[in-house]
């Protein structure tokens, strides 16, 4: 019989796969001796059993039994019983922290007879009552699909009713009376009775977060973060303890530091006389621990002391839940919290510091991800900013757009290409599908440690919680702000600053970051332009990190630049070469004429006078930019589309032609251009006359362009210059290609030297993105010095796809039905596009051992690819200017992952 049911004695830390992370951790903390629940764990495989079969395993019902029992005897307590009864909790837990995307059920076990045990072995009639009227509430949202605004109405207008305004403020008789209310929601929108049986409860409570694993929200959450679909989640049933038991209870979470900026310290939120639901749902603004050591310093000194044991223990920064049960603390959760990306390289530069980690585990501590957040841009000064409202900084950054206030508006508003800001009174997991689609969260009610503070750090959102100052009226499509007079509707922009808090009205221009400018300009001038000390210590810490990455990788960083611009920028952020100038980028524009004489010269005067028109606008460039990486490789890339990028549009064109004709006055360049398109138009151009094929096949060309990099590389020789100029042919598919643009290119090579009294011997080599390319490669290495992987076109041919098309159409599908875990165009394909990169490597190497290989796709400033390229046995990854500092930090992070695997 499988084992699907585990005691929290029975697991530790390391045991995620199976426990979940909630499991796992309450598992590790049980063994630790602390203050934990007695409880159990039901594993991610009978999850994945339900969802394979539809049907609960017959062997978990019996299992349950044993373990709950086991729980029962220990506390001598019965679930459910009229007498004392035992309640317990049931929670989701995936391998991986899914905030807020499943569910959870409290106080499972209550009926119209246990709430009156459960209120005479408290003493608090009150609390019994407010405790099952909280389990219907959730248990008819959770399990029975029931629309939680049936339950939040009924709860509204008994407050009005009784003329209070806080949930804890009704009295025992109302809450009798809501009870029955509740009962009635069930019955209505149900169609049944609620269950008064405590073990229906739990089960079907359990069968209810199985089922919340395929929510809508849950989907989205995981494809924005990369998490599997076939995983499943984890059940945590553990005795409840209660935060609600008057003024000596409450619940909380907190931090072993902030979460929201790294600094040391007591971070948390803490709501006297509350669940654990209160905190996180952000419904009441919480207390924070500073406030809970004056209400109740022993419960508090005992935490602070468990938060310092959790924190040496998991070596990170540790999010805890914890209850407080009249003065008796116990703890819910841990787990390494989630961090906005300033925490991640502050905390990770001071756990070395504090010798708790090594700068090798520091560096895998932070991710491209977390740096690329640090680079966006920020608010500039202040002056002349209209400021609405400051509240709670949840997570860092600079974020404008129009007011959305729900999902639908959110979504409809950011696919017609307008930023948004989603305006809510406090966010709940249903809201996941507006935060994806804004670039920033703002809040009227919670905390950091509040639903949308929690989700919104995951995702690298700017957020900003528990402005009170707002009033929201989401059904109007209203904002006001407190003491001032203006109405704001969705045609109003707003700007939120999720470092400070405060909330402008209307645009607020951007700079650059600090971190950008560290970047660009070193740390000396990035210190000296901020006097803030956690800007400095981030700095500092980025520079710890960035400096180890680029001592320990193995992958030299080059960068895709085409024009003097890219190259400077690619400079600037620490690029060692460009890995792919595509000389084609040279020729759009004002300059895109002179493709078109060359196209259509009829004769070779007229040929040969186009290509005289080209050759100094190419050499110009190719000048500026051998000027710009003088010392370093600078891989060209001969023009590689099809021709029909350089002319009309067919359609276009064939009307003008007509209208002409039909006007009588068509120009005959027209209609001899038209003849052209028509002879040159393709069914599928990018598998036609292009890259290789096209150099082949018309005359001048490769000679144009090698001309033009040999007299720039001559220009900077005579100027004291280092240029290293290495050409590459594209679309390979067989030797003899190769072998013969390589004689032409050699030639003209010969010719310049001659020409100038300098030896120019550049090596030549060609990209392999054909997958006959790849499976031939020893052949192919025999005329190339190098190979620089297309991994978007070896992509493409790999699956048979056109990219443009089938990312529009079915590649969501694909993710949603696991045929793809992310899209192959954003992360390497590892088995198959990457099973073509080791074919390369493997013949290349074979035929000459020593040859240097790269990537110039843009998978080169992906991070996950960047670790498989590492494992390859690549030499460099190229990429987009902007994600050098991404690609160096991702190339130390894989050589760090590699050591450790060894």
């Known amino acids: 019989m499988p084992k699907y049911v585990y005691r929290f004695s029975e697991g530790d830390k390391d045991q995620k796969d199976l426990l979940g992370g909630k499991g796992a951790n309450l598992a590790e903390m049980t063994k630790l001796g602390l203050p934990v629940p007695p409880g159990f764990t039901i594993t991610t495989?009978?999850?994945?059993?339900?969802?394979?079969?539809?049907?609960?395993?017959?062997?978990?019902?019996?299992?349950?039994?044993?373990?709950?029992?086991?729980?029962?005897?220990?506390l001598r307590r019965e679930l459910g019983a009229a007498s004392d009864p035992l309640l317990v909790s049931v929670r989701s837990g995936a391998k991986f922290s899914m905030p807020g995307m499943m569910e959870t059920v409290l106080n499972i076990g209550l009926n119209d007879a246990s709430v009156e045990g459960l209120a005479a072995a408290s003493g608090d009639e009150r609390f019994a009552w407010d405790s099952y009227r909280r389990l219907i509430q959730m248990f008819g949202k959770t399990v029975l699909d029931i629309e939680g605004e049936h339950f939040s109405a009924a709860l509204e207008a008994k407050k009005v009713s009784c003329g209070v305004t806080l949930d804890y403020e009704l009295d025992v008789v109302a809450l009798r009376e809501l009870v029955e209310e509740y009962k009635a929601v069930v019955r209505e929108h149900a169609g049944i009775e609620f269950p008064q049986d405590p073990r229906t409860q739990l089960d079907m409570a359990t069968e209810a977060v199985f089922r919340s694993w395929n929510t809508e929200r849950a989907h989205i959450y995981r494809r924005r973060e990369k998490i599997p679909h076939d995983l499943g989640t984890a059940v945590n049933v553990c005795t409840m303890v209660f935060g609600n038991m008057g003024d000596t209870s409450g619940t909380g979470v907190c931090f072993t530091r902030d979460p929201s900026t790294g600094r040391a310290g007591v971070y948390g939120d803490y709501l006297v006389n509350a669940q654990g639901e209160d905190v996180v749902a952000g419904i009441r603004n919480t207390l924070s621990l500073a406030d809970l050591e004056r209400l109740d310093k022993t419960s508090y000194d005992e935490l602070r002391a468990i938060m310092r044991k959790l924190e040496t223990h998991y070596r990170d920064l540790c999010d805890i839940e914890f209850t407080i049960e009249r003065g008796k603390l116990w703890l819910l959760q841990t787990r390494v919290g989630k961090r906005t990306a300033a925490a991640a390289f502050r905390v990770a530069t001071q756990l070395v510091d504090e010798k708790l980690i090594t700068t090798d585990e520091a560096l895998f501590r932070v991710n491209g991800a977390q740096l690329t957040q640090l680079m966006f841009p920020q608010f500039g000064p202040s002056q002349g900013r209209d400021l609405l409202t400051k509240a709670m900084p949840a997570s860092p950054g600079a974020a404008v757009g129009y007011i959305a206030f729900d999902n639908v508006e959110a979504?409809?508003?950011?696919?017609?290409?307008?930023?948004?800001?989603?305006?809510?009174?406090?966010?709940?997991p249903d809201d996941l599908s507006g935060m994806v689609a804004a670039v920033g969260v703002l809040t009227a009610r919670g905390g950091k440690t509040?639903?949308?503070?929690?989700?919104?750090?995951?995702?690298?959102?700017?957020?900003?919680?528990?402005?009170?100052?707002?009033?929201?009226?989401?059904?109007?499509?209203?904002?006001?702000?407190?003491?001032?007079?203006?109405?704001?509707?969705?045609?109003?922009?707003?700007?939120?600053?999720?470092?400070?808090?405060?909330?402008?009205?209307?645009e607020v221009p951007v700079v650059d970051s600090p971190v950008m400018t560290y970047l660009r300009r070193g740390l000396d001038e990035a210190l000296a332009l901020t006097e803030d000390a956690d800007t400095r210590e981030l700095l500092v810490a980025v520079d710890r990190l960035m400096t180890h990455a680029d001592k320990v990788r193995d992958l030299q960083v080059r960068a895709n630049a085409d024009t003097p611009d890219d190259a400077r920028h690619a400079i600037q952020r620490g690029a060692q070469g460009v890995g792919l100038c595509r000389t084609e980028h040279m020729f759009l524009g004002e300059r895109k004429q002179f493709v078109q004489n060359l196209i259509l010269a009829a004769t070779?005067?007229?040929?040969?006078?186009?290509?005289?028109?080209?050759?100094?606008?190419?050499?110009?460039?190719?000048?500026?930019?051998?000027?710009?990486?003088?010392?370093?490789?600078?891989?060209?890339?001969?023009?590689?589309?099809?021709?029909?990028?350089?002319?009309?549009?067919?359609?276009?064109?064939?009307?003008?032609?007509?209208?002409?004709?039909?006007?009588?006055?068509?120009?005959?360049?027209?209609?001899?251009?038209?003849?052209?398109?028509?002879?040159?138009?393709?069914?599928?151009?990018?598998?036609?006359l292009r890259g290789v094929r096209l150099l082949l096949t018309m005359p001048g060309l490769i000679e144009l362009q090698v001309r033009a990099v040999a007299e720039a590389a001559v220009e900077r020789l005579k100027a004291g210059g280092d240029p290293r100029p290495e050409i590459m042919v594209p679309l390979i598919g067989s030797v003899r290609e190769l072998q013969m643009a390589r004689e032409r290119v050699e030639k003209v090579l010969t010719q310049v030297s001659a020409?100038?009294?300098?030896?120019?011997?550049?090596?030549?080599?060609?990209?392999?993105?054909?997958?006959?390319?790849?499976?031939?490669?020893a052949h192919v290495a025999e005329e190339a010095d190098f190979f620089s992987f297309g991994t978007n076109d070896l992509t493409q041919t790999t699956w048979g796809f056109s990219r443009d098309d089938v990312e529009s159409s079915f590649v969501g599908h694909y993710i949603d039905d696991g045929i793809f875990g992310t899209s192959p165009f954003e992360s390497i394909d590892v088995d198959g596009v990457g099973g073509m990169v080791r074919l390369g490597v493997e013949g290349g190497r074979s035929t000459k051992p020593n040859m240097k290989l790269g990537v110039c796709g843009e998978h080169g400033g992906d991070p996950e690819s960047i670790a498989f390229f590492h494992q390859a046995g690549l030499d460099y990854v190229s990429c987009s200017p902007f994600r050098v500092p991404v690609a160096r930090l991702e190339a130390g992070r894989a050589a760090v992952l590699a050591a450790i695997e060894d």
Request: net charge negative.
């Open 45 to 74: 495989d009978a999850c994945r059993a339900y969802l394979r079969d539809g049907a609960v395993p017959d062997e978990l019902a019996v299992q349950v039994t044993k373990a709950l029992r086991e729980v029962e005897e220990e």
């Open 604 to 688: 070779d005067e007229e040929r040969v006078s186009a290509l005289d028109a080209l050759l100094p606008l190419q050499k110009s460039d190719f000048v500026q930019m051998l000027e710009t990486m003088d010392g370093k490789p600078m891989t060209i890339r001969l023009i590689d589309p099809p021709l029909h990028e350089f002319l009309p549009d067919l359609t276009e064109l064939s009307v003008k032609v007509a209208l002409g004709r039909e006007r009588g006055d068509l120009d005959p360049a027209d209609e001899h251009l038209l003849a052209v398109v028509r002879k040159s138009h393709e069914s599928n151009p990018m598998l036609g």
């Open 755 to 777: 020409e100038s009294g300098y030896e120019l011997a550049f090596p030549i080599g060609c990209m392999i993105e054909l997958p006959r390319a790849a499976v031939t490669s």
């Open 411 to 428: 979504q409809e508003r950011a696919a017609a290409g307008d930023p948004v800001i989603l305006v809510r009174r406090e966010t709940n």
């Open 450 to 506: 509040s639903h949308a503070a929690v989700v919104a750090r995951g995702m690298g959102k700017t957020c900003v919680c528990g402005a009170e100052a707002l009033e929201i009226d989401a059904e109007a499509r209203t904002l006001r702000v407190v003491g001032r007079e203006e109405v704001l509707g969705s045609n109003d922009k707003i700007a939120i600053d999720g470092t400070t808090g405060e909330v402008f009205l209307g």
